[in-house]
C-alpha cells in the first residue's frame, strides 16, 4: 500500500447540526461534545464540559512552568508526536507569550492556582476561598486577562500541532469513531478545536483571543490519510485518484465527499512512497 493522498484541513466546510429540539437555544459546546465518546466500564458517552477544561488549564500550566525552565514536553497531554516541527514552530510563539506576561503567567501557573480538586499544595492554602472545581466562577477568573487568552490560544495550537486523529484520540483520552478513521473525524477534531479556542472561552462571557490576521496559519498544510481507511471515499473514487496520482502530473484533486455534498475535499498529490 502507498500513502498518496492528504487532506488540506483549511478546505473543510464544518458546521454544528441544529438542535434537536424545537424551541430550545441550540448550545454548539454540547453538539460538538456529543461527535465524541468515553469508554466507561458500562456505557459510553462524550466528555463533560469539566473534564475538557480541567484537562485543558493543568495542561496549559503545565506548559508554561515547562517553558519557565526550558524544557520540551515529554509525556501526558503535552508531549510532542507526530508532527514535531509544526509543534515546536508553535511551542516557540507560546514561549514567546509567556516572555510577553510573564508577570501573569508565572503565579499562574503554580499548582496552588487552581480549585480545590486540584493539585497537592492547595491543601496547605488557608485563609482564602478557593472554587471546588473548574466551574465557570473559577474559569472566568482564570481566563480574564487577555494575556492568557492570547497564551491559551497559542496552546491549544500546540495540542492540535498534528491533525492525525489517532494521535488526537490517544491524547485527550476519548475517540472521534468506532472503526477506522475518516475525513469526517478530521471535522470532527477541528470543531472541537474551535470549540476550545473560541466557543469555550465566549461559554464565559470572555472575548477569545486571536491573531489581527488570522487564518489558522499553525495548522499542517496536509493530513495524509491511506487509502485504506478512507472508506467513505468510495471505490469507484479511490480508484480514480489512484490513477490521476500514479501519472504524477497533477498538483491537486478535486472530490466531493460521500459524507455530505456541501462538502469539498482536496487530496493534494504527493510524494509517492511505499509503507
Not at 465557570?136 to 486523529?165: K, Q, W
Not at 488526537?168 to 476550545?196: A, Q, R, T
Request: glycine share 6%; net charge positive; proline share 5%.
Amino acid at each position: 500500500m502507498k500513502r498518496i493522498l492528504s487532506i488540506d484541513p483549511l478546505l473543510l466546510h464544518v458546521k454544528v447540526g441544529a438542535s434537536h429540539h424545537p424551541g430550545r437555544k441550540s448550545k454548539k459546546d454540547a453538539h460538538i461534545r456529543k461527535l465524541f465518546y468515553t469508554c466507561g466500564e458500562f456505557k459510553t458517552s462524550p466528555p463533560k464540559k469539566e473534564y475538557l477544561r480541567c484537562k485543558l488549564i493543568r495542561g496549559f500550566k503545565r506548559a508554561i512552568r515547562q517553558i519557565r525552565k526550558n524544557v520540551l514536553p515529554s509525556k501526558t497531554l503535552n508531549r510532542i508526536r507526530g508532527n514535531p516541527y509544526n509543534a515546536l514552530r508553535v511551542w516557540q510563539a507560546l514561549a514567546g507569550c509567556y516572555e510577553k506576561y510573564m508577570t501573569v503567567l508565572e503565579p499562574l501557573s503554580c499548582t496552588e492556582k487552581g480549585p480545590k480538586t486540584d493539585g497537592k499544595l492547595k491543601k496547605r492554602i488557608r485563609g482564602r476561598y478557593l472554587e471546588k472545581s473548574f466551574n465557570s466562577t473559577f474559569c472566568i477568573e482564570f481566563f480574564s486577562h487577555i494575556g492568557v487568552r492570547e497564551s491559551f490560544y497559542y496552546y491549544v495550537e500546540f495540542l492540535f500541532a498534528d491533525l492525525n486523529p489517532e494521535v488526537l484520540c490517544d491524547k485527550f483520552d476519548f475517540m472521534c469513531c468506532k472503526g477506522f478513521h475518516s475525513p469526517e473525524c478530521v471535522e470532527k477534531w477541528l470543531l472541537i478545536k474551535k470549540y476550545m479556542n473560541c466557543y469555550m472561552i465566549q461559554d464565559l462571557g470572555l472575548e477569545p483571543w486571536f491573531p489581527q490576521n488570522h487564518s489558522n496559519s499553525f495548522l499542517p498544510s496536509i493530513f495524509t490519510v491511506r487509502l485504506d481507511n478512507c472508506v467513505d471515499v468510495g471505490m469507484e473514487k479511490r480508484e480514480m485518484v489512484t490513477e490521476a496520482v500514479a501519472k504524477e502530473n497533477k498538483e491537486e484533486i478535486w472530490i466531493t465527499g460521500d459524507l455530505d455534498s456541501s462538502f469539498k475535499f482536496r487530496f493534494d498529490c504527493v510524494q509517492l512512497k511505499a509503507l
